[in-house]
């Protein structure tokens, strides 16, 4: 199996635009976490599913952030509008077991 | 709420000494403990956890950690480092149940081994 897989690696652009940040989880794993790594926060849960469903959404900052899971393969991370705040690493998980995560490399955003 | 705290931001010690990253945590019934590690620009890699049974937890790369329930704490050790070892390191607890699929991780450890 390649492991978790992010796309893209980097982002960067401008306040105000729609950022998509994607995920394709391990096959079979039937969770599948967002979270958000910044030097000041550390690393922050944003949502998960379970069987594609959202769970817990409490982590999600703001209404610009949403996120959806179509299928059990493929899930996404959208923020409208972005703002520079937003910049940080964006790490999407998948699990089949409590608790033993499985991490993507991340997508490193930056918002200017 | 659940909650974990790595008291020090860097920790720094020679190859071949023993290692020891600190951790301690706070939860609602019986915890569940994990250690991840990070390398650059990478994500984060599950070393080894704790759910139940013997304190001294075995995980990967020879990394170890010991379970302390009076002090709540979780540390993690290596009898002897290597220079491969530094990266940062993440204690994580989640709860029983439904709850264990939700991690808290702490801020991070910064290892640096010094050849």
């Known amino acids: 199996d390649a492991g978790v897989i992010q796309s893209p690696r980097h982002e960067v652009t401008e306040m105000g635009q729609e950022v998509t940040l994607r995920c394709k989880p391990i096959?079979?794993?039937?969770?599948l976490f967002w979270y958000r790594q910044t030097m000041m926060r550390g690393l922050e849960l944003l949502i998960y599913?379970?069987?594609?469903?959202?769970?817990?959404d409490s982590g999600m900052p703001e209404d610009r952030f949403s996120a959806k899971m179509p299928n059990a393969s493929f899930s996404t991370l959208k923020i409208q509008p972005s703002e520079p705040r937003d910049s940080a690493v964006y790490f999407c998980?998948?699990?089949?077991?409590?608790?033993?995560?499985?991490f993507g490399s991340g997508t490193q955003l930056s918002v200017l | 709420a659940q909650s974990v705290a790595q008291p020090e931001d860097q920790v720094n010690v020679a190859e071949g000494n023993p290692l020891t990253v600190k951790c301690t945590y706070s939860?609602?019934?019986?915890?569940?403990l994990f250690w991840y590690v990070q390398y650059p620009n990478r994500g984060l890699q599950f070393l080894l956890k704790?759910?139940?049974?013997?304190?001294l937890v075995k995980g990967s790369y020879g990394f170890e950690a010991e379970f302390n329930k009076s002090q709540t704490s979780f540390h993690l050790k290596k009898p002897s480092a290597l220079v491969s070892d530094s990266a940062l390191y993440f204690c994580?607890?989640?709860?029983?149940?439904?709850?264990?699929?939700?991690?808290?991780f702490g801020k991070g450890t910064k290892l640096s081994v010094i050849p």
């Open positions: 998980a998948s699990s089949d077991s409590p608790a033993r995560l499985f």
């Open positions: 096959s079979g794993h039937d969770y």
């Open positions: 599913f379970n069987n594609n469903v959202p769970i817990d």
């Open positions: 939860v609602s019934g019986n915890p569940y």
């Open positions: 704790y759910i139940t049974g013997d304190n």
């Open positions: 994580a607890v989640g709860g029983s149940g439904a709850g264990s699929y939700q991690l808290t």
